[in-house]
């Protein structure tokens, strides 16, 4: 049984998502290849193996035009997806994250999901993060994917609707309907954003400490923010065959 782990002693954010999956030995043509099929235009993926604190990974960063970060309601960007040539279960994965966002943003801010104007997760990094996350995964094809409890960070965010609490409340509500256990330590600032936290809910299961197997491969995604701790999703790879 092939076992993936996320473990998120530095949260989680969709380019840490996407830097410890290729950091793991997902392709970035592969990656690449398939972002194409959304038919988006203005991005392009940077993607750099590099060192933060002595430690060896990868960055993963969305590079778009000022003119493509534009707010989406949830029936655009579904209807992007639905559209696209992506394979039928890379859509379904990516919807049901953007679901989980659209569900979270409605409650906290009283609308129906569906009716959700989205912001940051609008624009096209945020995008590229969920549908990426949704490629990657499949890609490695596990039988299973688990992740250690969560450091959210904690403090304050700025956004579109200004200063706000960390976890900020759209990540506080996925987070509550995940299983996972939080906790803040040696991160000040936003360590968990909506789209990691929904990427989390939707792709894992929470683990009981660290599972049992046998380690293939270890990858190391990195965020861009500074803390106390090493900001990065470390993933590890592997199986509990004999």
């Known amino acids: 049984m092939k076992i993936v782990y996320f473990d998120c002693f530095a949260g989680i954010s969709g380019d840490m998502t996407l830097g410890a999956f290729l950091d793991c030995g997902v392709s970035p043509e592969t ?3 398939e972002l194409e099929k959304l038919g988006l235009p203005g991005f392009h993926l940077e993607i750099e193996k590099t060192k933060k604190r002595g430690i060896t990974g990868t960055s993963c960063r969305v590079a778009a035009g000022r003119e493509e970060h534009c707010h989406r309601h949830f029936a655009e960007i579904q209807e992007m997806i639905e559209s696209s040539s992506l394979d039928a279960p890379v859509k379904a994965t990516a919807l049901s994250m953007f679901g989980r966002v659209a569900k979270a943003e409605g ?3 009283g609308v129906p999901p569906e009716k959700v104007h989205f912001h940051e997760v609008g624009a ?3 995008i590229v993060d969920i549908v990426g996350a949704a490629i990657c995964a499949h890609a490695v094809a596990a039988d299973k994917i688990l992740a250690s409890a969560v450091n959210t960070g904690q403090g304050f965010v700025a956004c579109a609707h200004g200063v706000l609490p960390v976890p900020a409340p759209a990540t506080a509500e996925i987070l509550a309907g995940s299983g996972f256990e939080v906790y803040a330590r040696c991160a000040g600032g936003e360590a968990v954003t909506p789209t990691g936290a929904a990427i989390l809910a939707e792709l894992a299961s929470p683990a009981d ?3 049992a ?6 990858g190391y995604g990195f965020g861009e923010r500074e803390f106390e701790v090493l900001n990065a999703l470390r993933v590890f790879i592997g199986g509990d065959e004999a």
């Not at 197997?213 to 270890?218: D, F, K, P, S, T």
């Open 31 to 33: 990656l690449r290849q």
């Open 213 to 218: 197997m046998r380690i293939h491969r270890v």
């Open 209 to 211: 400490g660290f599972p």
């Open 124 to 126: 096209v990094d945020s």
């Open 107 to 109: 409650k906290v801010h």
